[in-house]
């Protein structure tokens, strides 16, 4: 089947302006998570998702980063008045169900603020 | 801050040779995986090994862990030009929510 979708690719956009990332999961995957992964570094998590909920956005480094799942399947990391310092890939992951022990990653968004 | 740290930063062998990479982590934990990230992008998950497990196979990939010295070590056996790639440790934190990845091992294998 159909493994994790992320889109664009790729993102250029200009400092102050704001984007939106999308991941589709696995279908009938009820845990969705977010990832940001810079230049050399492991990926480091933002926010987990049970179902429709945020159930931890603990790593959200800002209020300018938001996310959601309104309906429990596809979800959107949102960014506002975007930094350069924001330039990562960003990454999704889904699984079964909340704490399954196994994450499957999407190919991520490579975001570039000039 | 990141939990987990492999150790080389990079490696580079020759096709045929055994790559060894480590990992250390800090707290008690649920499970540690292993992963794999080819240029930059998404990461494709190894092999895992519970907290009560001290070896395991798949294929030409071993995993041990001991959980006294919070260490963890995968070996590619005659690994391949297409082993070339990052590979993470993700430790599942016993009283945390969310996997936490360490910064990775460049690993090159020259034909």
């Known amino acids: 089947g159909a493994g994790v979708s992320q889109t664009p690719s790729n993102k250029v956009t200009e400092k102050g302006k704001y984007v939106e990332l999308r991941c589709d999961p696995i279908?009938?995957?009820?845990?969705l998570y977010w990832y940001r992964q810079s230049l050399g570094q492991g990926p480091e998590f933002l926010i987990y998702f049970q179902g429709t909920g945020a159930a931890d956005d603990s790593g959200l480094p800002n209020d300018r980063f938001f996310a959601v799942r309104p309906e429990g399947s596809v979800s959107t990391l949102k960014i506002q008045r975007t930094e350069r310092g924001d330039s990562a890939v960003y990454l999704c992951?889904?699984?079964?169900?909340?704490?399954?022990?196994?994450?499957?990653f999407g190919p991520g968004t490579r975001l570039l603020v000039l | 801050s990141q939990q987990g740290e492999e150790d080389p930063q990079a490696l580079s062998i020759q096709e045929g040779e055994n790559a060894t990479m480590n990992c250390s982590y800090k707290t008690s934990i649920n499970n540690l995986q292993w992963y794999r990230q080819n240029s930059g992008r998404g990461l494709v998950h190894l092999i895992l090994i519970r907290s009560n497990e001290r070896e395991k196979h798949s294929g030409r990939l071993r995993v041990t862990l001991d959980t006294s010295k919070k260490s963890s070590s995968l070996l590619i056996t005659a690994s391949r030009a297409a082993d070339t790639a990052s590979y993470f440790c993700a430790t599942d934190p016993s009283y945390g929510q969310n996997f936490v990845f360490g910064p990775g091992t460049r690993l090159s294998v020259l034909p």
């Open positions: 279908s009938g995957h009820t845990a």
């Open positions: 992951a889904s699984s079964l169900t909340p704490r399954a022990e196994t994450q499957y």
